[in-house]
């Protein structure tokens, strides 16, 4: 009998004023600010940018601060937000070749022209707590070097030149929409990049290294890392020519890949590329792993039944919002499918009774 | 500096030094909206490989408003971020810039302003520079 019930809303409401108390936690100690969660939690602001899939630096603070640092939660914010948004129409893409870098590396070309630039990274730290960061205490300022001018070019172009590595496929057909139309398989290459920019770093993490242990391994080198601001441009009709909107942090991985040819190329290197939304390097060499893994028909490659290769297992997983609500919808009530399931179980163990008492 | 240029400079800047200069102008033109201060999305687009076919790398904020002042000079603006204060000032300055006081607005708001983001990139740069690494070869032996 399906018997239809309602109520906890006193419960609901109180445990939301809970949540609110316990979000502020002891009143004795200052509270945090989103300008300081922006500037002082910056990396964690650009994970929920990237798999937020909006770039907005103060919302995804704001959404940290609200999610209690759940970052997963925060992304969820940000992307019920990014929904009521009317959308004004798309960007020119971006020239990640004009970025100003802040960090720009190669672990293939020690000598690549622009030079092996560090920038603000934890790499040759030591990972030992630092506890002079628990008192507080004024930064001495970083130091300065004369700049250099003009854009750093990318390291691939030389490869390039002497056909040593793959050229990219040029066109300037408007890529598919993963926010606008459902995703259908086989995808192409530039839904595959949609879906992994803003998927979950930590799923993305694993299948990269999944790569790398063996499943469908490719050998990638970091043929370039970079992190910098480009402009946005737009073409906006009632100007009728492009302007800027903007600016924007990326982080930029290509992998240099082995690829020993096949029946219809020659030997020659091949790419994995990740572009990720702020300074969010792992996420971005992963991406570019798992983007050469899926790469494997359109290269010649055997299909190794490796999970990084199956771009529907990887795209209909990576993505942590829709996985967390799938998730966790099993927690909410199931009062009456438990019910069915119960009232099955004790109809089979009846009849199993009966089958066995009749027998005797 | 061309409107492209200027458009670009104040879809860029930060709302409080935007602000400051404008208020340092001591212009209130009157006007009349054409399209109120809107937040939207735009898609920004990548390209794979860097160089290859166009994809879509997610969204960014934008506010977008347009107005035109009394001589009826049109005034567009489009700026990053959800500050419609900001949307209103580039939009104000844009309109500005085709009529007399554009020399005025040049000098007093857009030239600083080029200035300081200019200052803000250059430090930067600088910082990235000090993190260059200079290889040098270890001398080897010679067994």
């Known amino acids: ?360 | 500096m061309d409107r492209k240029d200027w458009m670009g400079l104040l879809a860029r800047a930060p709302a409080d030094i935007l602000a400051d200069l404008w208020d340092g102008l001591g212009l209130s033109p009157a006007y009349r909206w054409l399209r109120a201060p809107e937040v939207g999305g735009v898609m920004v687009q990548g390209r794979a490989g860097g160089t290859g076919a166009p994809f879509n790398l997610g969204e960014m904020t934008v506010t977008r408003c347009a107005l035109t002042l009394a001589d009826g000079a049109v005034g567009h603006a489009y700026v990053q971020g959800r500050d419609k204060r900001q949307a209103e000032q580039a939009a104000l300055v844009d309109a500005l810039m085709q009529g007399p006081e554009a020399g005025r607005v040049r000098g007093g708001l857009l030239e600083p302003l080029a200035a300081q983001m200019q200052a803000r990139d250059s430090t930067r740069a600088a910082k990235a520079a000090a993190t260059k690494v200079e290889f040098f070869t270890l001398v080897r032996g010679d067994d």
């Open chain 1, 1 to 360: 009998m399906y018997v239809a019930v309602k109520g906890g809303e006193r419960a609901i409401e109180n445990a939301h004023a809970w949540l609110a108390e316990e979000r502020r936690g002891d009143p004795a100690v200052p509270e945090l600010s989103v300008a300081q969660i922006r500037e002082q939690m910056a990396l964690a602001v650009n994970r929920v940018m990237a798999e937020g899939s909006l770039y907005d630096p103060d919302l995804a603070a704001l959404a940290i601060k609200q999610a209690r640092g759940d970052l997963i939660e925060a992304v969820f914010l940000i992307r019920a937000y990014r929904t009521t948004l009317p959308r004004f129409g798309s960007s020119l893409p971006v020239e990640t070749a004009q970025m100003r870098c802040d960090r720009r590396i190669s672990a293939t070309f020690k000598d690549a022209p622009g030079g092996q630039v560090l920038g603000p990274t934890f790499d040759y730290t030591h990972r030992l707590l630092d506890f002079k960061l628990a008192a507080e205490g004024d930064v001495a300022p970083a130091p300065q070097a004369a700049p250099q001018a003009g854009p750093v070019p990318h390291i691939t172009d030389f490869l390039n030149r002497d056909g040593l590595i793959q050229t990219e496929e040029q066109s300037e057909e408007a890529p598919p929409d993963l926010t606008r139309q459902p995703l259908e398989f086989p995808a192409n290459r530039a839904l595959r990049l949609q879906s992994l920019t803003r998927g979950d770093e930590g799923f993305v993490l694993g299948l990269a290294y999944s790569t790398q242990r063996g499943y469908a391994r490719n050998h990638a080198f970091v043929g370039e890392l970079r992190i910098g601001r480009v402009a946005v441009e737009m073409e906006v009709p009632e100007l009728g020519f492009a302007i800027q909107i903007g600016e924007v942090e990326l982080t930029e991985c290509e992998t240099v890949n082995q690829f020993s040819g096949s029946k219809t190329e020659p030997a020659q290197f091949t790419r994995g590329y990740g572009l990720v939304f702020g300074q969010t390097e792992r996420k971005a060499i992963s991406m570019a792993l798992v983007d050469r893994a899926l790469r494997w028909r359109e290269l010649g490659e055997d299909n190794l039944g490796a999970a990084a290769q199956d771009e529907e297992f990887v795209l209909s997983h990576c993505d942590n919002i829709q996985a967390t609500g799938f998730l966790e919808h099993i927690k909410l009530p199931h009062y009456v499918d438990f019910q069915s399931e119960l009232e099955l179980v004790r109809r089979l163990r009846a009849e199993a009774e009966a089958a066995r008492e009749a027998a005797e």
